[in-house]
């Protein structure tokens, strides 16, 4: 099965200048969990709801809140499949790169989705789903005992 066929469209994004409080309202009202950062039409990061919370709401000794810009805690690394691979192509880049989302481009390079695991368990298979989060807590609990 194609990415094209089990993605969500449309990419809701947001700009560097975005505040917290602003992002998290998007991802509420969209019911989704990332949102791309684009600065003048080209792609700048990445902010998803983990970032919220662990990067604004637990900071230690940083004095953010939800007034904050995104860019103060977005991911400028995004990874990116095109809207014609294969899902399980797809899904291995997700277990290799540790990454729950993936944003989806044409073979222009505009956005025309965001794949999720959720989508991957909702629209093709929980089997796979669960490999890549098995992959994402494999590595995360290796970080942490480094």
């Not at 919220?52 to 995004?78: F, H, K, N, W, Y």
């Not at 540790?98 to 093709?124: F, K, M, T, W, Y």
């Not at 796979?128 to 989060?133: N, T």
Request: aromatic letters at 2%; hydrophobic letters at 45%.
């Amino acid at each position: 099965m194609l990415v094209g066929k089990v993605m969500s469209s449309p990419v809701i994004s947001v700009t560097p200048a975005t505040t917290i409080r602003m992002a998290a309202e998007l991802m509420r009202d969209h019911s989704v969990g990332g949102l791309p950062v684009f600065q003048d039409d080209r792609l700048v990061g990445i902010i998803t709801d983990r970032d919220i919370v662990v990067r604004a709401l637990a900071a230690q000794g940083v004095p953010l809140g939800m007034s904050t810009e995104v860019a103060a805690i977005m991911s400028d690394r995004v990874i990116t499949c095109f809207l014609d691979k294969d899902v399980e192509v797809a899904a291995g880049l997700m277990g290799e790169q540790q990454v729950r989302r993936l944003l989806v481009v044409n073979r222009e390079g505009a956005p025309v989705g965001i794949l999720s695991v959720g989508d991957i368990a909702e629209h093709v298979s929980e089997e796979l789903a669960g490999q890549i989060l098995g992959e994402i807590s494999e590595a995360r609990a290796g970080d942490a005992h480094r």
